[in-house]
């Protein structure tokens, strides 16, 4: 499995404002993953994006994917004080593991203030 | 539908004790991972079982580690004799199916090795 590397380590911004997260990996994937964690807890799948897909929507929540530059983006529109958390980013699938071993980065700390 | 769960949240150990770290699976799911996250650290994976095997071990240390995930039951990680370089959270997270599908975290266990 590879590690994604994400960018900002860590991100302030007012609540309402819009947060973006990037994330840049080395090798082919199958699909990348965006996850969030809450100080204390696990974490929580938030999407997965398939390497045919350049964006994909969930709620306040866009993610866009560019295989040609092997980067990834995870967009949070109109931000809460309950976004607060760490995000990270998994990509998947690089030399045909596709299971569930993924490899975690440092992460974005996101803290919105209200 | 409940989520993963881990039991305890907290365990306390004095070197060379053994820690018992129990995971049950969301509801059929039958596929199960252990990840550890050290202090500032992002997770890190130690292995994958499905029932009764053990798929890919190659994050589990080669000494003291062992894992399982018996036919009826929950999952286990068991540490034998205990370092203080253990202390650290250990998460438990399933999937539905083997390949591309999102992982179901637990709250984790808190290891503290005094």
């Known amino acids: 499995s590879q590690q994604g590397e994400e960018d900002p380590q860590a991100l302030s911004i007012q609540e309402g404002e819009n947060a973006t997260m990037n994330c840049s990996y080395k090798t082919s994937i199958n699909n990348l993953q965006w996850y969030r964690q809450n100080s204390g807890r696990g974490l929580v799948h938030l999407i997965l994006?398939?390497?045919?897909?350049r964006e994909k929507h969930s709620g306040r929540l866009r993610v866009t994917l560019d295989t040609s530059k092997k980067s990834s983006s995870l967009l949070i529109t109109a931000s809460r004080a309950a976004d607060t958390a760490s995000y990270f980013c998994?990509?998947?699938?690089?030399?045909?593991?596709?299971?569930?071993?993924?490899?975690f980065g440092q992460g974005t700390i996101l803290t919105v203030h209200p | 539908n409940a989520g993963v769960m881990q039991n305890p949240r907290h365990l306390v150990r004095r070197r060379g004790q053994e820690a018992r770290l129990r995971c049950s699976p969301m509801k059929g799911h039958s596929h199960v991972y252990w990840y550890r996250q050290l202090p500032e650290e992002g997770l890190k994976f130690m292995v994958y079982l499905q029932k009764e095997n053990i798929i890919d071990e190659s994050g589990m240390p080669k000494e003291r580690f062992s894992a399982e995930f018996p036919k009826e039951g929950p999952s286990i990680l068991r540490i034998q004799q205990v370092v203080r370089g253990d202390s650290a959270a250990y998460f438990c997270?399933?999937?539905?199916?083997?390949?591309?599908?999102?992982?179901?975290f637990g709250n984790g266990t808190r290891l503290t090795v005094t």
């Open positions: 997270a399933s999937s539905l199916t083997e390949n591309n599908s999102p992982l179901h």
């Open positions: 998994a990509p998947s699938g690089a030399g045909g593991t596709s299971y569930g071993k993924l490899t």
């Open positions: 994006i398939r390497s045919n897909e």
